[in-house]
């Protein structure tokens, strides 16, 4: 069975940073579809970023150039290194992950159907 456990979340103040990271078992990561999304109080679930191995990575157009999505297969835990935070990322961010998406296209949550539990990220202005 395959498990995701998200961890890394926390309160920091607006321009700083935080490395989330999700530990998959029971699945090797590098070899399926990984994705990061999140959801703020009162909004929908939005994509953040996906990986496919080392093939490529997809950004949602307002996280480029502050989020990086990475994975060390060695410990099969995929990451997600954010930077330059805003108040405007306070939300529960979530790993998830599917057998069947190619990671083609855009981040939606609809194709993916592994989840973790979720981690609280919340920034203070």
């Known amino acids: 069975q395959v498990q995701l456990v998200e961890s890394g979340g926390g309160s920091v103040q607006a321009g700083g940073s935080l490395r989330l990271s999700c530990a998959v078992s029971g699945y090797r990561a590098d070899r399926y579809c990984m994705a990061w999304f999140r959801q703020a109080p009162g909004k929908e679930r939005e994509g953040v970023a996906m990986i496919l191995s080392d093939i490529s990575t997809t950004y949602a157009d307002s996280m480029k150039g502050r989020f990086t999505i990475s994975q060390d297969n060695a410990k099969n835990t995929l990451y997600l290194q954010m930077n330059n935070l805003k108040p405007e990322d306070t939300a529960i961010y979530y790993c998830?992950?599917?057998?069947?998406?190619?990671?083609?296209?855009?981040?939606?949550?609809?194709?993916?159907?592994?989840w973790g539990q979720g981690t609280q990220v919340t920034v203070s202005s």
């Open positions: 998830a992950t599917d057998r069947s998406y190619e990671c083609s296209g855009i981040i939606v949550d609809a194709a993916f159907g592994i």
